[in-house]
């Protein structure tokens, strides 16, 4: 067969067919594959949707302002807060053993008991804030907790620069103190702010060094006011803010959105055992450490106004026995004989909700704004007593530590309460036990020189009944001006006190 037969023979016709059904084919699929692109349907899934987000430039801008506000204000403050490196030393003896084993068993051979004394240092680290200037000092406001067992204070300025500092004064009931150090530099002060115009939701931003990373910035919310219960007894109505707080923050600015120091971070709450922030800061209102900061200037110390009074939270019992549902303040539970309160007219039960025409809410604001006074200033307490309204005006006086704890002078020297089942348990009294419960009786106090005891059942006071808080304290004022005894049950014996005489 010659070549032009097998082009036109069947079967050289099938295979012709054929290549050409694949040529098209894989042009077909080459085709498909070029007008897709792989890579990018793979990113489209990783990412769906991602070609089609757009961010808003109208939002990008409010965003791109608050970030420039945050860093103006990390700016703004960063150099007017440093860190406070402390040393704390301590000294102890310690046994030579140098003769061993001669002056083990045998003593020393030079006679003076053989101790030595060593040296034991300690380092801290903490905040301050850079809050006034004369001349060339400088004075920074930190935490008494800070410093207050430091031998050696050290100044870490915000540009790396240490300077030696020392302790200007110190006060434990607010937990404040003041140190000083000298400078040519040009430094700048923190500004202070209104902790009184701080409210819940405002934006907190906690400058300090926390960890013992110096100059850090985080950035919250202010969770709460008013908060009470702070560490060590500090009586400060401190600020709660979720801003990050940890260890070495002490001492350092709490400051709102304008940079203004509203707070001085403090203390945390936390569930850890190495005190790690959970979102639970606490701040001490700058407000607070106004003053504090003259007196510390001027004196060293903080000096305190003395109403004279010992006072507690009315519970829910004793609010309800003496009509005082609903009402904020403090009780007067004890009144100092000879006090500024004494001699203006308060007395025990007296419920306290306003100074000077501002509301108390509670036992450590009242503390607080009384402390604030000035000796010689006359003041004008709002009471509720006995259902009724009274203002009161007090000449305050200069509080003296040794006087506010002379309990000798503490009228009456007890805590009565109402009888409740839960008291019933507390104390073991029986079901049917009438009268008011003593909770409470202040060594040496009149109460206790009478011989009233913690578990007795008061139902009388000098001869009259009394069976209920709101009769005692009415008898306590009518007919105590002279003397006071009690009638009371304790345990199957009814008894009469000794009768204590002012």
């Given at each position: 067969?010659?070549?032009?037969?097998?082009?036109?023979?069947?079967?050289?016709?099938?295979?012709?067919?054929?290549?050409?059904?694949?040529?098209?084919?894989?042009?077909?699929?080459?085709?498909?594959?070029?007008?897709?692109?792989?890579?990018?349907?793979?990113?489209?899934q990783n990412n769906p949707g991602y070609s089609d987000v757009v961010i808003p430039e109208d939002a990008l801008k409010v965003a791109e302002g608050l970030q420039t506000v945050f860093r103006s204000v990390a700016g703004k403050v960063l150099p007017s807060v440093v860190e406070l490196k402390t040393?704390?030393?301590?000294?102890?003896?310690?046994?030579?053993?140098?003769?061993?084993?001669?002056?083990?068993?045998?003593?020393?051979?030079?006679?003076?008991?053989?101790?030595?004394?060593?040296?034991?240092?300690?380092?801290?680290?903490?905040?301050?804030?850079?809050?006034?200037?004369?001349?060339?000092?400088?004075?920074?406001?930190?935490?008494?907790?800070?410093?207050?067992?430091?031998?050696?204070?050290?100044?870490?300025?915000?540009?790396?620069?240490?300077?030696?500092?020392?302790?200007?004064?110190?006060?434990?009931?607010?937990?404040?103190?003041?140190?000083?150090?000298?400078?040519?530099?040009?430094?700048?002060?923190?500004?202070?702010?209104?902790?009184?115009?701080?409210?819940?939701?405002?934006?907190?931003?906690?400058?300090?060094?926390?960890?013992?990373?110096?100059?850090?910035?985080?950035?919250?919310?202010?969770?709460?006011?008013?908060?009470?219960?702070?560490?060590?007894?500090?009586?400060?109505?401190?600020?709660?803010?979720?801003?990050?707080?940890?260890?070495?923050?002490?001492?350092?600015?709490?400051?709102?959105?304008?940079?203004?120091?509203?707070?001085?971070?403090?203390?945390?709450?936390?569930?850890?055992?190495?005190?790690?922030?959970?979102?639970?800061?606490?701040?001490?209102?700058?407000?607070?450490?106004?003053?504090?900061?003259?007196?510390?200037?001027?004196?060293?110390?903080?000096?305190?106004?003395?109403?004279?009074?010992?006072?507690?939270?009315?519970?829910?019992?004793?609010?309800?026995?003496?009509?005082?549902?609903?009402?904020?303040?403090?009780?007067?539970?004890?009144?100092?004989?000879?006090?500024?309160?004494?001699?203006?007219?308060?007395?025990?039960?007296?419920?306290?909700?306003?100074?000077?025409?501002?509301?108390?809410?509670?036992?450590?604001?009242?503390?607080?704004?009384?402390?604030?006074?000035?000796?010689?200033?006359?003041?004008?307490?709002?009471?509720?007593?006995?259902?009724?309204?009274?203002?009161?005006?007090?000449?305050?006086?200069?509080?003296?530590?040794?006087?506010?704890?002379?309990?000798?002078?503490?009228?009456?020297?007890?805590?009565?309460?109402?009888?409740?089942?839960?008291?019933?348990?507390?104390?073991?009294?029986?079901?049917?036990?009438?009268?008011?419960?003593?909770?409470?009786?202040?060594?040496?106090?009149?109460?206790?020189?009478?011989?009233?005891?913690?578990?007795?059942?008061?139902?009388?006071?000098?001869?009259?009944?009394?069976?209920?808080?709101?009769?005692?304290?009415?008898?306590?004022?009518?007919?105590?001006?002279?003397?006071?005894?009690?009638?009371?049950?304790?345990?199957?014996?009814?008894?009469?006190?000794?009768?204590?005489?002012?």
């Amino acid at each position: 067969m010659n070549f032009s037969q097998r082009l036109s023979s069947r079967n050289f016709f099938i295979f012709n067919l054929v290549l050409l059904g694949a040529i098209f084919g894989f042009s077909l699929a080459f085709l498909s594959f070029s007008c897709s692109n792989p890579f990018k349907t793979a990113k489209a899934q990783n990412n769906p949707g991602y070609s089609d987000v757009v961010i808003p430039e109208d939002a990008l801008k409010v965003a791109e302002g608050l970030q420039t506000v945050f860093r103006s204000v990390a700016g703004k403050v960063l150099p007017s807060v440093v860190e406070l490196k402390t040393v704390s030393i301590r000294r102890q003896q310690t046994p030579n053993f140098n003769g061993i084993p001669w002056e083990f068993f045998f003593g020393p051979r030079d006679g003076n008991g053989g101790n030595q004394e060593r040296e034991f240092r300690s380092q801290g680290l903490g905040s301050g804030i850079i809050v006034r200037k004369d001349g060339s000092t400088y004075y920074v406001l930190t935490n008494n907790h800070v410093v207050q067992d430091a031998n050696e204070i050290i100044v870490a300025l915000n540009d790396g620069k240490e300077i030696p500092a020392k302790l200007i004064g110190k006060d434990e009931r607010k937990d404040l103190a003041l140190v000083s150090f000298s400078s040519d530099d040009h430094l700048p002060l923190a500004e202070m702010g209104d902790s009184d115009a701080v409210r819940v939701g405002d934006w907190a931003i906690a400058v300090g060094n926390p960890l013992g990373y110096m100059s850090s910035v985080t950035m919250g919310i202010v969770s709460a006011v008013g908060r009470t219960g702070g560490p060590g007894g500090n009586i400060n109505d401190f600020i709660q803010t979720d801003t990050s707080i940890n260890q070495g923050n002490s001492g350092g600015a709490l400051v709102n959105i304008r940079g203004e120091v509203i707070g001085i971070n403090t203390w945390i709450a936390s569930n850890s055992s190495g005190g790690g922030s959970v979102g639970l800061g606490f701040a001490i209102p700058i407000n607070n450490a106004k003053r504090t900061i003259d007196d510390f200037i001027n004196s060293g110390e903080v000096s305190y106004g003395w109403l004279g009074v010992s006072l507690s939270e009315a519970d829910r019992d004793t609010a309800q026995a003496l009509g005082l549902e609903g009402k904020r303040g403090a009780l007067a539970a004890q009144v100092f004989l000879g006090s500024p309160a004494d001699k203006g007219g308060i007395q025990p039960g007296d419920f306290i909700t306003h100074l000077n025409g501002r509301e108390m809410r509670g036992v450590n604001p009242l503390m607080l704004a009384v402390g604030d006074l000035k000796p010689g200033e006359r003041a004008t307490f709002t009471v509720i007593r006995a259902g009724a309204t009274v203002d009161m005006t007090v000449r305050i006086e200069a509080r003296n530590n040794e006087t506010a704890a002379e309990n000798s002078k503490l009228w009456p020297g007890l805590i009565p309460v109402p009888i409740t089942d839960a008291v019933k348990n507390a104390l073991n009294l029986d079901k049917d036990a009438k009268g008011l419960a003593v909770i409470q009786v202040i060594p040496n106090s009149p109460a206790a020189v009478v011989g009233l005891l913690r578990g007795d059942r008061i139902t009388g006071l000098n001869g009259e009944k009394v069976q209920d808080l709101a009769a005692f304290y009415r008898v306590l004022r009518e007919k105590a001006g002279k003397e006071l005894w009690f009638d009371v049950v304790r345990g199957e014996n009814t008894l009469e006190t000794l009768k204590f005489k002012r």
